[in-house]
């Protein structure tokens, strides 16, 4: 089996394992949901406050959730010593980081979709700018998070305590895929004259380029140890 | 006397001579006069600090390509004194920021930079601390410190694009020589010093790994190996 073909057969068994067990995503999704309702509480009925960080509200949203999606994409495999099964089968350990990374983004992708509309109600905010870069900022910022996300994830998978340790390693790391993230979306929701989102998105695919390419190659050295 | 002992004598000698320099023979700074002098431990910090990361990074592809233990307390010393070295320059950055800007934080991509090393080498020291089986350990500090080496430049970019408020950086061809040279006496004295802690330190974790590993007990054998040795 070509490397490419293990990467969606790993892609199509997570999505199934996650299909299967709806009733987890639909608690990510009011996890998501509600930490977005939360953030408008603390910060107070002021629109225009509210209005100009609902960027940064839907990230932090999506990186919290991210946490316990992570954490369980791992775990599962763990749990049931389905990943010896899984490198013994044989798959190539690279093309399971594929797979699982790429199945985590497009759970965030999911996740953020289902979540924009909310933070644009609560925030009062509106599309001002192109939806293109919207979404661009939307693939590149899910994908920014899965690939160090998974990573870690394996790293922490078999250790007790994982739940604290995997945002302790995560969030320091991926700060600059945030704060681009969380630029390039502001912009959509303020306008951009002065056309700065092309450079945050510019950094986010840098970002992507280098954390899917070394986490790709030490993934193997994690799994396989 | 080991070689660490005598690079950390070395160090704290050129390390009084900079600083001794740098107080009372160096001009005061144009602009900012006697506080500018903070300079002389601030700037040999942030160095030797970036150093000591980019060791520890030499060190855990080392380490993850060999295995061997010497590699593995390498990456312990380098990190744990690379934090103790960034903690030490916020703690400096604060006092000369109160001084030059009248506040003690602010989001300058530098600071923000160093905050977030300092969050993300910690955290690799905590991981490794949770985790009991020594051949695990190395491989995830390992890993879990290249994937935090890679990020310092890209934190950095970010944060430069972010905002900026730190002046912009000096060159030897733009500063006095009379303010140069005690900065660089100050610089060798803090990697002198800093290899002097970190040479004590790796010396502290190999005899505890050598104790480890003595003590750990053997892999257990596959399933599979037990079957077949007893022919079913």
Not at chain 1, 47 to 59: D, I
Not at chain 1, 114 to 135: E, K, R
Not at chain 2, 46 to 60: G, N, Q, R, T
Request: include cysteine; glycine fraction near 8%.
């Amino acid at each position: 089996m070509s490397g490419l073909s293990q990467v969606l057969w790993i892609l199509q068994k997570d999505l199934l394992i996650e299909w299967r067990a709806r009733s987890r995503v639909f608690a990510l999704i009011s996890f998501a949901l509600t930490t977005l309702l939360l953030f408008s509480f603390a910060v107070g009925p002021d629109t225009k406050a509210l209005r100009e960080h609902a960027g940064g509200y839907l990230w932090l949203a999506l990186l919290f959730s991210s946490t316990a999606l992570l954490d369980r994409s791992l775990r599962v495999e763990e749990e049931s010593g389905a990943m010896d099964n899984l490198l013994l089968a044989p798959t190539a350990p690279t093309a399971i980081f594929y797979g699982k990374a790429l199945s985590n983004t497009l759970q965030l992708i999911m996740l953020g979709v289902i979540a924009m509309p909310f933070t644009l109600a609560l925030c009062d905010a509106a599309l001002v700018g192109s939806p293109l870069t919207l979404l661009a900022s939307l693939v590149l910022g899910s994908m920014a998070l899965a690939a160090p996300g998974t990573l870690y994830a394996a790293l922490t998978a078999r250790i007790s305590g994982q739940q604290l340790l995997l945002p302790l390693l995560l969030f320091p790391l991926i700060v600059p895929a945030l704060l681009a993230a969380v630029k390039s979306t502001t912009l959509v929701f303020t306008g951009d004259p002065m056309e700065q989102s092309g450079s945050w998105l510019l950094l986010l695919l840098c970002f992507d380029a280098v954390y899917w390419s070394i986490c790709g190659i030490l993934f193997g050295k994690v799994v396989e140890t | 006397m080991k070689w660490f002992h005598i690079s950390g004598v070395i160090g704290v000698i050129l390390l009084i001579i900079g600083h001794g320099m740098g107080l009372f023979v160096a001009p005061k700074e144009a602009m900012m006069g006697e506080t500018g002098r903070i300079l002389y431990v601030h700037v040999p910090t942030a160095w030797i600090a970036l150093v000591s990361y980019l060791c520890a990074f030499i060190a855990a592809v080392g380490a993850l390509w060999n295995g061997k233990r010497t590699w593995d307390a390498s990456v312990v010393g380098f990190v744990e004194v690379g934090v103790v070295l960034t903690a030490l320059l916020l703690f400096q950055g604060s006092v000369w920021g109160r001084a030059t800007w009248s506040t003690w934080w602010t989001w300058d991509p530098r600071l923000t930079t160093s905050a977030i090393l300092l969050v993300a080498f910690s955290a690799v020291l905590l991981l490794r601390s949770v985790i009991e089986q020594p051949e695990r350990r190395m491989l995830v500090s390992s890993v879990a410190t290249i994937v935090a080496f890679v990020d310092v430049p890209i934190v950095y970019m970010s944060t430069k694009w972010w905002n900026s408020l730190h002046q912009t950086m000096s060159s030897p061809a733009t500063v006095s020589e009379t303010m140069v040279t005690p900065l660089r006496i100050a610089a060798f004295g803090m990697l002198f010093l800093m290899l002097g802690f970190v040479g004590l330190r790796r010396r502290i974790e190999l005899v505890r790994l050598e104790r480890e590993w003595s003590l750990a007990p053997p892999p257990e054998r596959p399933a599979a190996l037990n079957l077949n040795e007893e022919g079913t």
